[in-house]
């Protein structure tokens, strides 16, 4: 996976409750994208960033999800109060160019 | 918009048996065009790319031709293996956007 790293790789939440999904990019990759697959489903995109930009996030739901990355540190997607809907695995990638190297992603159940 | 439409699974092969996974594109320009493979449990990993009209991506055995006059994008692999089993899932790129659109992916299954 060249190097993506995202954690936790499992994530367990009630409805209601946060989810905090991390991202730490290939070294020297500027470029951080997250994709969410739900079950039996291709990637769909949420957001672009580049350090402390937003620069696309057509693919975002308008309430009660954010990203970030900072200047410091890895890329956070949030998702406050979650329902069940949100169930799926969300996909973490970094480039300098096109083709992105996908990290491993994490998988989020809501209970 | 721009779409990708992959031929739908599940595809079940004998190993060793020839393989065609049908990708078609929709899109404005000259866009890239990229095959995923995902293995059970784990991310995706770029199997292969093409980056304008006529050119082959190739890797691992596996094959495929950018088609701008049929605006496909086919993957093929002459001789399939057990561990060929996975989701592959067909992408493209716009020119001017980072972003990749993917298809609906393709589960494929090989049998001994």
């Known amino acids: 996976n060249a190097g993506v790293m995202q954690n936790p790789r499992h994530l367990v939440r009630r409805r209601g409750q946060e989810a905090r999904l991390r991202c730490s990019p290939v070294k020297g990759h500027s470029h951080v994208y997250w994709y969410r697959q739900l079950p039996e489903e291709g990637l769909k995109f949420m957001v672009y960033l580049q350090k402390e930009n937003i620069i696309d996030e057509s693919g975002m739901p308008k309430e009660r999800f954010s990203a970030e990355f900072p200047k410091e540190g890895p890329s956070i997607l949030r998702i406050q109060q979650v329902v069940r809907g949100d169930s799926a695995a969300y996909f973490c990638a970094s480039s300098l160019d096109r083709g992105e190297y996908f990290g491993p992603g994490t998988r989020l159940t809501v209970l | 918009g721009n779409s990708v439409t992959q031929m739908e699974g599940p595809v079940t092969l004998s190993e060793e048996a020839f393989l065609t996974i049908n990708c078609t594109y929709t899109a404005t320009g000259y866009p890239s065009l990229f095959w995923y493979v995902q293995y059970p449990g784990e991310g995706l990993q770029l199997l292969l790319k093409a980056t304008k009209a006529d050119d082959k991506g190739s890797n691992k055995g596996f094959e495929a031709t950018y088609r701008k006059e049929t605006t496909s994008f086919h993957l093929e692999k002459g001789s399939v293996q057990v561990s060929d089993s996975a989701v592959y899932f067909c992408?493209?790129?716009?020119?001017?956007?980072?972003?990749?659109?993917f298809g609906q992916g393709t589960r494929l299954t090989i049998n001994p």
């Open positions: 992408a493209l790129s716009s020119q001017g956007a980072q972003k990749l659109v």
